[in-house]
């Protein structure tokens, strides 16, 4: 499965921006997805995503602010982003795996596959 991450930027503190995830050539459905980033300098950490039966989960920085979803297809996966902070820059990056439940959504060993990466930076 390969996945490709976009929809990164430049953007201002307050700003918005959405994230999409697609698989090359194939659906979504049944995969667990999830979104990590990873800042200059520092260890890559989970954001937000859903299992394979859609249970959702976030990480406490990120909440109330960031929203993780599937269009109805289940060919993409969305990251919006609002209310972003300098702290928020970093790359993006989503993962999918078939087996993932929810409690494991933030081990980033237990995703098998990996996108390239998006950069999202935010400007004081």
């Known amino acids: 499965v390969q996945l490709q991450a976009s929809g990164g930027g430049l953007v201002q503190t307050g700003g918005s921006l959405r994230l999409s995830c697609a698989a090359s050539?194939?659906?979504?459905?049944?995969?667990?997805v999830g979104w990590f980033r990873q800042a200059a300098g520092k260890e890559r950490e989970f954001v937000a995503g859903f299992s394979r039966t859609d249970g959702s989960a976030s990480a406490d920085s990120v909440k109330g602010r960031f929203t993780s979803s599937r269009d109805a297809a289940k060919t993409a996966v969305y990251l919006q982003m609002n209310d972003l902070k300098p702290e928020d820059t970093a790359i993006y990056y989503c993962a999918a795996d078939r087996n993932l439940i929810l409690s494991s959504l933030r081990t980033q060993s237990q995703y098998a596959y990996w996108g390239q990466g998006t950069q999202v930076t935010v400007s004081s």
């Open positions: 050539g194939r659906s979504l459905n049944g995969y667990a």
